[in-house]
């Protein structure tokens, strides 16, 4: 990532007029229209984070193990993504209320799984610091590689705004505000120091053959150039690591058919006709809400 002399490709702006207050946005929220989240979450390249990052995630043994023994995503992965997805839109575009809430509702959710280590019998929650820190750090990092690669871009300086932005995410589910990075290159070298406790255990290859599997004719092929550029987002070594080294033409591929259909996808709804409707969806149902509005 460079500066160059271009302008910033965010530079904040004033509220949308556009942009509406409901059941769930009675306010701007935590981020508010004038920040980077705000307009990097109703990108495209949204859609490749959270595999992107969830596929680098089962790399830590511990993470992996929580997933396979006390979770439903091996039977419902469509229902784990939905409920990502609410969550990063709830706290994103949701009002402070809801927002606080949302996480609330996810650390009850993280303290009330347990898993077993099979080495040492040890049983563990999903509220462990350092397994919350590999999950907030692999989706930051992951999310400002999919604004590089498949967004208009971003500087160093928005790059880096951007991750301390998210430290606002990293309290909500009770990581230590001091610990998560405030910069790219902190995330980089976060990467560097926990290389070594990373693996590829027995237990994930479920998950990295889910990752790769896609359906038949036109709409698996759709499947497999936005799976394979999702992938593309890891670092090479964890790439290496979970045994998913694709040819650079296949990865070239991936990238050229996955640009093309983002940008089909905005020439019909560009970000700030994204933004009202995700609003909506989070006033429809928020994630961790005690009520839904009626319509």
Do not use: C
């Amino acid at each position: 990532m460079t500066e160059g002399n271009r302008s910033p490709a965010y530079a904040p702006t004033g509220r949308p007029s556009v942009v509406e207050r409901g059941a769930h946005t009675t306010d701007d929220g935590l981020f508010g229209p004038a920040s980077l989240t705000w307009r990097l979450h109703a990108q495209r390249a949204m859609m490749l984070v959270g595999s992107g990052a969830a596929t680098t995630q089962m790399l830590n043994p511990r993470v992996m193990r929580m997933i396979d023994q006390a979770s439903h995503f091996r039977q419902n992965p469509e229902a784990r993504a939905k409920g990502t997805f609410q969550y990063i839109i709830t706290i994103t575009y949701g009002d402070t209320a809801t927002a606080k809430r949302a996480g609330e509702r996810l650390r009850r959710m993280h303290q009330a799984v347990l898993a077993t280590d099979p080495n040492t019998g040890e049983s563990y929650n999903a509220e462990v610091a350092e397994l919350l820190l590999w999950v907030h750090n692999t989706l930051t990092l992951t999310a400002v590689r999919a604004f590089q690669r498949y967004g208009p871009g971003l500087t160093d300086a928005e790059a880096d705004a951007y991750v301390r932005e998210q430290i606002v995410a990293a309290e909500l589910v009770g990581i230590d505000p001091m610990l998560a990075p405030e910069t790219v290159s902190e995330l980089e070298e976060y990467m560097v120091q926990v290389r070594s406790s990373l693996a590829m255990i027995p237990e994930a290859l479920w998950f990295r053959d889910m990752m790769t599997a896609h359906g038949k004719g036109v709409g698996g092929l759709a499947e497999k150039f936005v799976k394979d550029a999702a992938i593309g987002l890891m670092l090479p070594e964890h790439r290496a690591l979970f045994g998913l080294q694709f040819s650079r033409r296949r990865d070239r591929m991936a990238e050229r058919a996955t640009k093309a259909l983002f940008a089909l996808m905005d020439s019909k709804a560009p970000v700030e006709r994204v933004i009202p409707d995700l609003r909506h969806q989070v006033d429809v149902a928020a994630f961790g809400a005690r009520r839904q509005p009626t319509a």
